[in-house]
């Protein structure tokens, strides 16, 4: 059984920063893609970044050059970090990852609120 554990949400004013972390665990051989999606009230879940195991990442527009996807292979971390933080990345934050046999997992999810 696979489990995504994520931590770091909170409040936090607008300009400042926050780590989101996801730990991976379980029964998972190797990992195809990992990523950070968001659902914010009244709307669909979205994708904010995606890191393939190959090193590529991709971001949506609304976060390119503010935050950042990475992962830690020592011990099967997922980590966003999140800098100049708006209002409108207020949102509960998924952590999502596909495995090389095309299953999907994903965490709990974290709430991240942005007053302004």
């Known amino acids: 059984q696979v489990q995504l554990v994520e931590s770091g949400g909170g409040l936090v004013q607008a300009g400042g920063s926050l780590r989101l972390s996801c730990a991976v665990s379980?029964?998972?051989?190797?990992?195809?893609?990992m990523a950070w999606y968001r659902q914010a009230p009244g709307k669909q879940r979205e994708l904010v970044a995606i890191?393939?195991?190959?090193?590529?990442?991709n971001y949506a527009d609304s976060v390119k050059g503010r935050f950042t996807i990475s992962r830690d292979n020592a011990d099967n971390t997922i980590y966003l970090q999140m800098n100049s933080l708006k209002p409108e990345d207020t949102a509960v934050y998924y952590c999502?990852?596909?495995?090389?046999?095309?299953?999907?997992?994903w965490g709990q999810g974290t709430q991240v609120t942005v007053s302004s």
């Open positions: 999502n990852v596909v495995s090389l046999q095309l299953s999907g997992y």
């Open positions: 379980g029964n998972i051989r190797s990992i195809h893609t």
């Open positions: 890191l393939t195991s190959r090193g590529n990442t």
